[in-house]
Nanobody
Framework: QVQLVESGGGLVQAGGSLRLSCAAS????????MGWFRQAPGKEREFLAT????????YYADSVKGRFTISRDNAKNTVYLQMNSLKPEDTAVYYC?????????????????WGQGTQVTVSS
């Protein structure tokens, strides 16, 4: 069983930045692909980014490409989401997810474990 705990959310003004962290339990973290998703009120959970087990490959949704960066530190069992140039429409609960495969795609079905989420609110 893998436990994922997100942190780093909060309130930020439009144009600002936040860095989200997701700490994972278990020594198998290094073998997992990781992803970030978000869900705004009344909307479906949306894929944002994924990173393979080593960190050598990343993939982003068009909505965040060029503004968000996913990275990982396998020594710390942690994956990050650096978010720049934030917009009010980025307001959502942000979730990290772990896949027991070394590379994963954008579909939720790739991911086996989910965190509880962290709220990000961007004011205009």
């Amino acid at each position: 069983q893998v436990q994922l705990v997100e942190s780093g959310g909060g309130l930020v003004q439009a144009g600002g930045s936040l860095r989200l962290s997701c700490a994972a339990s278990g020594r198998a973290f290094i073998t997992y692909a990781m992803g970030w998703f978000r869900q705004a009120p009344g909307k479906e959970r949306e894929f944002l980014a994924t990173i393979n087990w080593s960190g050598s490959s990343t993939y982003y949704a068009d909505s965040v490409k060029g503004r968000f960066t996913i990275s990982r530190d396998n020594a710390k069992n942690t994956v990050y989401l650096q978010m720049n140039s934030l917009k009010p429409e980025d307001t959502a609960v942000y979730y990290c997810a772990a896949s027991t495969t070394v590379v994963a795609g954008r579909e939720r079905s790739w991911y086996d474990y989910w965190g509880q989420g962290t709220q990000v609110t961007v004011s205009s």
